[in-house]
């Protein structure tokens, strides 16, 4: 015979099952105070895999206690677990869907591409583009940072293009693991990335890394492809066949939100800075990595320069920047051996110093002495500083 204070506890240890795990899974998981600069995501992974155990146990003990013992409480007793009981279903609709990342954040519901002619994407829209065999494809960030991710195909090649609005961030990478092509659902963030799944071994990996955190192939990393970021009309003046994502009418209000994303910084909004060249975490950053090496730039510095020349390990390196102020390349600036330093022109254009030939944004001479040569292009990334800084802990940053 279960004794009254037994029965008590046990009405208490059935709530507890009910909605504890899945509160605290909920809260690692999305950007709350404080949760994300937890080291937990181990500890959110091994979570989520005993949350609905433990939800059952706990669905099976209040269910018995309902039937056994619940009609035996007294008025204010009923009362306060019935109370109970309506918040721990509130509690479950919170956790499991008001702030589950892959209900907040859905895949797109029709994939649709138009030609340049039958665009209705703004050109002044900021895109991830992305080239194979022959083959170009623009996605708006303005969709893509809603969705997080479009799971799709590029010149037969499936690609997996991802945007993280917490950081600032765009990656492309290959979906093929081990061989099969996997599908991947968003899990939520950490460290204020997003953390995406895929289907087969149930991985935990990184959007901004393509590193696997935890999970059967934890310590491996997805193949990243490469793409450009830029504003639509400059991608269309190097790709005038391009594809270009659009709008999915089902999430309208949702990418209407995003609108403005693109366009100032949170120091040109913050009114308390003075200075504002300030470094701060929401700061603009481009990122690179040369032989093993990161390195950040100031886009405000970028910004104002229009070209700036680095090396990194040896490598010879020209940022430059469109004047739409959006869209930015890195080049390794070196011909066979023979650095070059460049300017622009009256008009606008890229020269070199050396021979006075003129160069594309896509880094092919276009006249002089150097006509049809090409500049190696480098992968760079625009990325919040604290997103930058916290993946790359050894990076260097440019200072003039």
Not at 58 to 79: E, M, R
Not at 99 to 121: D, G, H, L, R
Request: some cysteine; hydrophobic content about 40%.
């Amino acid at each position: 015979m279960i004794k009254p204070p037994t029965k008590s506890l046990l009405f208490w240890i059935s709530i507890i099952l009910l909605i504890v795990p899945g509160l605290v899974h909920a809260y690692l998981l999305m950007p709350f105070p404080g949760s994300q600069e937890l080291n937990a995501i181990t500890v959110s992974y091994y979570l989520e895999k005993i949350v609905l155990p433990l939800r059952a146990a706990g669905g099976v003990l209040i269910i018995w206690y309902l039937i056994k013992y619940f009609s035996k409480n007294s008025f204010a007793g009923k009362l306060t677990k019935g109370t109970v009981l309506a918040l721990c279903l509130g509690s479950l609709y919170l956790t499991d869907f008001m702030f589950k990342a892959e209900s907040m954040f859905e895949e797109p519901q029709t994939i649709k591409f138009a030609n340049a002619f039958y665009n209705k994407v703004p050109e002044n829209f900021l895109i991830i583009g992305v080239v194979n065999n022959g083959i170009a494809k623009a996605y708006p960030v303005v969709y893509l940072g809603y969705h997080h991710k479009v799971q799709d195909e590029v010149g037969n090649k499936p690609v997996l293009v991802t945007y993280c609005t917490m950081c600032r961030t765009g990656r492309v990478y290959s979906p093929i693991i081990n061989g099969m092509k996997q599908n991947f659902r968003l899990v939520g963030a950490r460290h204020y990335n997003a953390v995406i799944e895929d289907e087969s071994t149930k991985t935990w990996w990184y959007q901004s890394t393509g590193h696997a955190a935890v999970g059967q192939l934890a310590g491996s990393k997805l193949q990243e492809l490469p793409y450009e970021q830029s504003t639509l009309g400059a991608w269309l003046a190097k790709h005038p066949t391009s594809l270009i994502l659009q709008p999915d009418k089902h999430y309208a209000t949702n990418y209407e939100d995003l609108k403005d994303y693109d366009r100032l910084q949170a120091v040109d909004r913050d009114s308390t800075l003075i200075n504002k060249d300030t470094l701060i975490r929401k700061s603009w950053v481009v990122g690179l990595i040369v032989n093993g090496q990161p390195k950040a730039y100031d886009w405000r510095r970028l910004d104002k320069r229009r070209l700036l020349i680095d090396s990194i390990n040896k490598t010879r390196l020209l940022l430059a920047m469109e004047e739409d102020n959006l869209t930015y390349h890195v080049f390794n600036c070196s011909i066979n051996g023979k650095e070059l330093h460049f300017k622009l022109d009256i008009a606008g254009r890229l020269v070199d110093q050396e021979t006075a030939s003129s160069w594309d944004w896509d880094g092919l001479s276009t006249s002089g002495t150097l006509k049809g040569k090409r500049l190696d292009k480098i992968q760079a990334y625009q990325e919040y500083w604290h997103s930058w800084r916290y993946f790359h802990p050894n990076t260097l940053f440019w200072k003039d």
